[in-house]
């Protein structure tokens, strides 16, 4: 904790002081550009990759970059969402998976996590991404294998998100666009899933991720 209390020493007394015009606007009211819905993993700093600022990212996180499917669950999630979409009005949802997630490890080997039973009823929620990894990938190694479940995992979770009556009603009137990325922690890459190729590719400053509303299918793995 001592790192935690001069860090935030620090924050208040040089970083705050320093951008004192961007927080007394935010002092004001927030309107973010996207909702960026990722892993509580602590490898992962959305505003980091992406290099936002405070008042850019609206952040969900929990474990595995899960969006229960609307109704499923009475978790916070669904609030977010709403609140993302319906309240600030983002234009832009991302669902970023990340490699080497111990939940997606979780959900395809449920005996390591026998003494979680909250983790392990959580993780029904990506039950789709199991069944779509198992059956249909089962040759592969198993980390080869954990890998098509990250990825499928952002696919399944865009599904979900697209039965929250907030977000279908957005994206029939075209004002709201799903991404599905993953972050591979390894090398600080980020790999988004192209609707047009049906696969994930390098996402780079020239990838034309406007207007995308993928629809998952068959993907070409990318690991
Ligand atoms: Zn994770």
Redesign the pocket.
């Known amino acids: 904790m001592k790192k935690l209390v001069k860090g935030l020493h620090h924050f208040q007394t040089q970083i705050f002081l320093s951008q004192r015009e961007l927080f007394e606007r935010l002092s004001k009211g927030q309107s973010p550009d996207a909702l960026f819905i990722t892993?509580?993993?602590s490898r992962?700093n959305p505003n980091l990759i992406t290099q936002t600022e405070p008042g850019e990212l609206f952040i969900l996180r929990n474990?595995?970059?899960i969006v229960p499917a609307y109704g499923a669950s009475n978790g916070g999630e669904g609030a977010t969402v709403e609140l993302a979409v319906t309240g600030l009005g983002v234009k832009d949802i991302i669902v970023c998976?990340?490699s080497?997630?111990?939940?997606?490890d979780a959900l395809l080997h449920s005996e390591k996590v026998k003494n979680l039973p909250l983790l392990s009823s959580w993780l029904n929620h990506a039950e789709a991404t199991k069944r779509i990894a198992m059956e249909n990938y089962k040759n592969l190694p198993d980390e080869d294998l954990q890998n098509v479940a990250v990825q499928e995992n952002v696919l399944v979770q865009l599904e979900n998100l697209r039965t929250h009556p907030s977000v279908a009603a957005k994206i029939a009137r075209g004002e709201l666009n799903l991404h599905a990325w993953v972050y591979k922690i390894e090398t600080g890459g980020v790999f988004y899933y192209e609707p047009k190729d049906g696969q994930f590719e390098p996402l780079t400053q020239y990838s034309n991720v406007e207007d995308q509303k993928p629809s998952r299918y068959s993907f070409e793995r990318l690991i």
Do not use: K, T, V
């Open positions: 892993c509580s993993d992962i474990a595995g970059n998976g990340h080497m997630c111990g939940a997606m």
